[in-house]
């Protein structure tokens, strides 16, 4: 003979059961803060520049010679009709001039009234920084590109100097091209 048992009581106690054996909901995490930019190599040392500081990244296009500028001002060059002057990065800060192979790339600068392409060793793509790596002091540091950055990021052991593209833009001697 079964006992009949009451379906009410019988689903309170599977609901019990449930609640006792159930696992605890996830602990709210916060999230990180990341910090991401461009980065990019100059000779042997490596930037990272704000997202909004670079319109676009082009292969090299062809240069033509500017008679009675600097050497490191290359050149200008037609990209999609609009002339982009073309500045060897290494070359102005007093390094050799980069060697233009499949890694070299212009970082078209993103600051008014300027239309400059910057020529960098390699572009690394997007870069991600954990806010809590940033390291401002870079005091003892004679890379005279270092002088355009605004604090850095220490990644795997690798400094990123964080480039200041509208800093190097309002340097005298970045705007003086003539010879």
């Known amino acids: 003979m079964q006992t009949r048992q009451d379906p009410l009581g019988l689903l ?7 609640i ?10 916060q999230a990180k803060e990341l910090w991401s930019g461009v980065g990019f190599r100059v000779d042997d040392t490596r930037f990272v520049t704000p997202l909004d ?10 240069v ?3 008679p009675r500028t600097k050497s490191w001002l290359k050149g200008i060059a037609n990209v999609r009709g609009n002339l982009l002057t073309i500045v060897d990065l290494a070359e102005f800060f ?10 070299s790339r212009i970082l078209v600068m993103n600051v008014e009234g300027l239309s400059t392409g ?9 870069r991600h920084f954990d806010e809590e790596q940033e390291r401002q002091n870079l005091a003892g540091l ?9 604090g850095a990021f220490l990644h795997d052991n690798v400094l990123w100097g964080v480039f200041d593209m509208h800093l190097l833009a309002e340097t005298p001697a970045f705007r003086h091209v003539a010879a």
């Open 64 to 66: 033509t010679h500017v």
């Open 142 to 150: 004679d890379d005279p590109a270092m002088a355009n950055t605004r």
């Open 94 to 103: 007093g390094k050799q001039p980069v060697f233009i192979d499949l890694r």
């Open 53 to 62: 500081h670079v319109t676009e990244v082009l292969l090299c296009p062809d």
């Open 118 to 126: 910057l020529l960098v060793s390699e572009v690394y793509g997007l």
């Open 12 to 18: 309170h106690k599977m609901q019990q059961e449930g």
């Open 20 to 29: 006792a054996n159930a696992p605890g909901l996830p602990e709210e995490v």
